[in-house]
């Protein structure tokens, strides 16, 4: 474009002599050329008519180029001003979108959210006296909500705890380790002399096998493993230690004294015992977060879901319900207990029965009865 501008402004340049001094020009050269006066007037109108035709052009061309940038400046500011306009709409409608999502989800949490429990005290006790009042042999039961203080305790005593007591084993763990007294991570290697039979896998491992403490808690609880109970007390220190642990957490009634499938011990009269009223409120510190940490108490609780045995309290309860328990039972003596945090998303509640000198299938049918009336009369 510059390069046609630019001849069309040497053609009129040369063309732009003044028309007078043309004519001087002209006469004086056709003097002395001797052309004649007609045909030099002929070609100063054909130079005149060069000079108005290329200055025409010029116009054209600058006119023509101008025009065009005009054109093609607005076309992208339109295009620009579109895409603004989009934009605003795009991040208006997300706007709206996130505070339509942050509505809904606040609603969502504040629906599971679960209210305070309504604890019907005189549905409980009828549950009871349905239940686990007609059993023979000695049996006491603690029902409570574990957001409430309200509380149904009936015949609280020391009764044997069968496995029920490895749950203050895994606290004892759990607390010293969180003092920097034990290691949970540590590493032990199973040996052939520490091994009893009753329940557990840890009996049917090579010897040599290694497993970290953790581990062995986590089979103590979830398929109450003797062999690893047995373990965990030689390496937290024996009794004394544990049953320390024990009674700094507010118990009355629970005390270690002999280790698991020993027997002889048994026979002399000394065993492990514990009460309705330890355990129970042990497991209601331990949904609260108020036994040893958040961390820790979340994890202890973790291994509690995950426990196998649910032939008792949990055995009828339906599928939404979540159970974190540990059970004991010793035939022998007609012990069958089981001690259970119970929950949804309306609320949880503790129950615990310990049950000895009685029928195993009459007691197991009881506490399953007694789960699914509670559930449905606290949590339904």
């Known amino acids: 474009m510059n390069e046609v501008i630019q001849s069309a402004l040497v053609i009129t340049e040369e063309n732009d002599t003044p028309q007078a001094e043309v004519k001087s020009n002209e006469a004086s050269r056709n003097q002395s050329s001797g052309v004649p006066k007609e045909t030099s007037k002929k070609e100063a109108r054909t130079k005149h008519t060069k000079m108005i035709s290329a200055v025409v052009l010029l116009a054209l061309i600058v006119g023509g180029y101008f025009a065009y940038n005009a054109s093609a400046k607005s076309q992208p500011k339109s295009k620009v001003a579109n895409h603004s306009s989009i934009v605003k709409k795009d991040k208006t409608k997300q706007s709206e979108s996130k505070q339509s999502s942050t509505s809904s989800a606040v609603m969502q949490s504040e629906q599971r959210e679960p209210t305070k429990l309504a604890f019907n005290k005189e549905k409980v006790n009828a549950d009871l006296d349905q239940t686990i009042t007609p059993l023979r042999g000695i049996n006491s039961v603690y029902v409570s909500p574990v957001d409430s203080d309200e509380t149904i305790v009936r015949n609280n005593h020391v009764q044997r705890s069968a496995s029920a007591i490895?749950?203050?084993?895994?606290?004892?763990?759990?607390?010293?380790?969180?003092?920097?007294?034990?290691?949970?991570?540590?590493?032990?290697?199973?040996?052939?002399?520490?091994?009893?039979?009753?329940?557990?896998?840890?009996?049917?491992?090579?010897?040599?096998?290694?497993?970290?403490?953790?581990?062995?808690?986590?089979?103590?609880?979830?398929?109450?493993?003797?062999?690893?109970?047995?373990?965990?007390?030689?390496?937290?220190?024996?009794?004394?230690?544990?049953?320390?642990?024990?009674?700094?957490?507010?118990?009355?009634?629970?005390?270690?004294?002999?280790?698991?499938?020993?027997?002889?011990?048994?026979?002399?009269?000394?065993?492990?015992?514990?009460?309705?009223?330890?355990?129970?409120?042990?497991?209601?510190?331990?949904?609260?977060?108020?036994?040893?940490?958040?961390?820790?108490?979340?994890?202890?609780?973790?291994?509690?879901?995950?426990?196998?045995?649910?032939?008792?309290?949990?055995?009828?309860?339906?599928?939404?319900?979540?159970?974190?328990?540990?059970?004991?039972?010793?035939?022998?003596?007609?012990?069958q207990n089981d001690a259970a945090i119970i929950a949804n998303d309306k609320g949880a509640f503790v129950v615990v029965v310990l049950s000895q000198d009685g029928n195993e299938q009459q007691q197991i049918s009881a506490m399953s009865q007694l789960g699914s009336a509670l559930y449905r009369d606290i949590l339904g």
């Open 166 to 335: 490895k749950l203050y084993i895994l606290v004892t763990a759990y607390a010293m380790d969180k003092e920097g007294l034990f290691n949970l991570d540590e590493k032990h290697t199973i040996e052939s002399d520490e091994k009893v039979g009753g329940t557990g896998v840890i009996r049917e491992l090579p010897d040599g096998t290694s497993l970290t403490y953790r581990e062995i808690l986590n089979d103590m609880i979830t398929k109450s493993d003797n062999t690893g109970a047995n373990i965990m007390i030689d390496a937290l220190g024996g009794f004394t230690i544990i049953n320390n642990k024990i009674k700094a957490i507010g118990t009355q009634n629970t005390k270690l004294q002999r280790k698991m499938m020993d027997t002889a011990a048994l026979e002399d009269g000394i065993d492990n015992d514990t009460s309705v009223q330890d355990m129970g409120e042990t497991l209601k510190k331990l949904y609260n977060h108020d036994l040893v940490s958040k961390t820790a108490d979340d994890e202890m609780l973790a291994i509690l879901a995950n426990n196998q045995n649910h032939t008792k309290l949990p055995a009828s309860l339906p599928s939404e319900a979540k159970v974190y328990n540990k059970t004991g039972e010793y035939g022998d003596y007609g012990v």
